[in-house]
C-alpha cells in the first residue's frame, strides 16, 4: 500500500541552525502539507502547497519556514534558525487533488528537538 | 475561528470495556468531520468520516455521528480491544483555500487487559 515517508523520525539541534525535514508524498498525490504538534498540544496546520506554490499558510508560517519540491518527489520544510519553541512533531500529509475531501494520508512523522 | 475540542486523555480501559472519546466543534460553515488514529510508531490515518448532519461514519467497530445541533462528534466503540490503544484525533474539514483539516489535541487511550 502506497505510503508517505519522511525523514529523519528524530533530529535533535541546537539552537539557530537550520533544519530540513524531508517527506515523499503518494506519488499520484499533487496537495501536500506540513502539520507539527508541540507535545500536550494540539496538531497545528503550517502549510499546504499544491502546483509548485504554496496554496495556503498559517500564521506559524513565518519567513523561517520554506517549502520546497525539488525534485517531483520530495516535498520538504525549512526552518532556517530553529528556536526551541520549534521542538514539536512535524507531519507531512498529501492528498489526490481534485477530490474535495479532508482524507489526508499522513507520514509517521520527524520529531525536531531544539537545544 | 474553525476549533475543535476533545477530552483529554490518557484514558484508561480494561479490555471490553465501552470506549466514548468526547469531541465538540466550532465552524464557520458545515464542515465535514474525521477521526484520525495514531497507533504507536506510526503516522495518522483516517478511521472514519462524516460528511454532514446525522451522518454515521464507522470502521472497525468504531462509531460516530455528526450531531449538528451539539455541534459535536463523539467517538463510539462497544468493546474495545488492547490493539486500539492508540492516539485518536478528531478534526473538522471545511475546504477552500489549501483545504486543510482542523484537528483537537489528541487523546491517549491506553487499553489493558
Known amino acids: 500500500e502506497p505510503e508517505v515517508t519522511q525523514t529523519p523520525s528524530h533530529q535533535v539541534t541546537q539552537m539557530g541552525q537550520e533544519v530540513i525535514l524531508r517527506c515523499v508524498p503518494i506519488?499520484?498525490?499533487?496537495?501536500f502539507y506540513w502539520y507539527r504538534q508541540i507535545l500536550g498540544q494540539k496538531v497545528e496546520f503550517l502549510v499546504s502547497?499544491?502546483?509548485?506554490?504554496?496554496?495556503?499558510k498559517s500564521e506559524i508560517f513565518d519567513d523561517q519556514f520554506s517549502v520546497e519540491r525539488p525534485d517531483g518527489s520530495n516535498f520538504t520544510l525549512k526552518i532556517r534558525s530553529t528556536k526551541l519553541e520549534d521542538s514539536a512533531m512535524y507531519f507531512c500529509?498529501?492528498?489526490?487533488?481534485?477530490?474535495?475531501?479532508?482524507?489526508?494520508?499522513f507520514g509517521e512523522g520527524s520529531r525536531l528537538t531544539v537545544l | 475561528g474553525n476549533s475543535v475540542t476533545q477530552m483529554e486523555g490518557p484514558v484508561t480501559l480494561s479490555e471490553e470495556a465501552f470506549l466514548t472519546i468526547n469531541c465538540t466543534y466550532t465552524?464557520?460553515?458545515?464542515?465535514?468531520l474525521f477521526w484520525y488514529v495514531q497507533y504507536p510508531g506510526e503516522g495518522l490515518q483516517l478511521l472514519l468520516k462524516?460528511?454532514?448532519?446525522?451522518d454515521k461514519g464507522s470502521n472497525k467497530g468504531f462509531e460516530a455521528t455528526y450531531r449538528k445541533e451539539t455541534t459535536s462528534f463523539h467517538l463510539e466503540k462497544g468493546s474495545v480491544q488492547v490493539s486500539d490503544s492508540a492516539v485518536y484525533f478528531c478534526?473538522?474539514?471545511?475546504?477552500?483555500?489549501?483545504?486543510?483539516?482542523?484537528f483537537g489535541t489528541g487523546t491517549q487511550l491506553k487499553v489493558e487487559l
Open positions: 478534526a473538522l474539514y471545511l475546504g477552500g483555500g489549501g483545504n486543510k483539516l482542523t
Open positions: 506519488s499520484n498525490h499533487l496537495y
Open positions: 500529509a498529501s492528498k489526490i487533488t481534485g477530490v474535495n475531501t479532508g482524507e489526508l494520508f
Open positions: 462524516a460528511t454532514k448532519a446525522d
Open positions: 465552524a464557520t460553515g458545515y464542515p465535514s
Open positions: 502547497f499544491y502546483n509548485n506554490e504554496i496554496s495556503e
